[in-house]
C-alpha cells in the first residue's frame, strides 16, 4: 500500500493514476453558524480544539449539544474550565448510544456543566453568547471562549468534482452523510469488499 500525505486528489492526479476504481472519503467539515462573531478570536470550532495554539479561556460556553458538544462540555470540564452547554433541542446528546448517553450526562452533575436547553445562538460578543429563547426572550451567556459545535456538512463540492474521474467511483464515510465513526467502518469496509 503506497500512502501519500498531504496531497490533494484532484481531477488530474486522477488521471495520471488512472485507478480502476476510486474511493472517496473525504469527510465533512464543521457547520459554522452563519451569525455575527463567529469571525471572533473568542469563537472556536469544536474539531480544532486538539489544536494546541488554541487558548481556551476559563469561563466556556459550548453552543451546541450533540455528541461532539457534550464530549467537548466533559473534556473541557475535566481541564477545570467553568462550562455551559447551550442547545436548541429540548435534550441534550441524542446523537450519542444508549449506554454512552448516561455516563455522559452523570458526568455533566459530576463536574458541574451547565446545560441550557431550548436556546438558539444568534451571536457573540466580546463578553460572550446571546440567544433567543422560543418566546424570542433574549439571555446573554458570558464566556471567554465560545465552542461552536453545531454539526457537521458532507464535502459536496469535492466529491461533484470526482464523480466521473475514474470508471467506478465509490462515496463512503462522512462525505456521504456526517455520521459516527463505527457507520464510516462499515461503509468502507463493504465498499472495499465489493470491489
Known sequence: VEI???????????????????????????VVPPFPGMDSPKAVLANNLSNEDIVVG?????LGGGLVGCESAVHLAQKGKD??????????AVDANVRQRPILLDLFGKLHVTVKTRMKGVKITDKGLVCIDETGKEHFFEADTVV????????????????????????????????????????????????
Open 4 to 30: 501519500r500525505l498531504n496531497t490533494e486528489v484532484t481531477q488530474d492526479l486522477v488521471e495520471r493514476e488512472a485507478p480502476d476504481v476510486l474511493v472517496l472519503a473525504v469527510g465533512a467539515a464543521p
Open 148 to 195: 461552536c459545535s453545531v454539526g457537521q456538512h458532507a464535502l459536496g463540492e469535492v466529491v461533484n468534482n470526482l464523480l466521473d474521474a475514474a470508471p467506478e467511483v465509490v462515496q463512503v464515510g462522512d462525505c456521504v452523510k456526517p455520521q459516527k465513526v463505527t457507520e464510516a467502518l462499515y461503509r468502507g469496509y463493504h465498499a472495499g469488499l465489493d470491489i
Open 58 to 62: 476559563k469561563k466556556v460556553v459550548i
Open 83 to 92: 462550562v455551559t452547554l447551550v442547545e436548541m433541542m429540548k435534550d441534550v
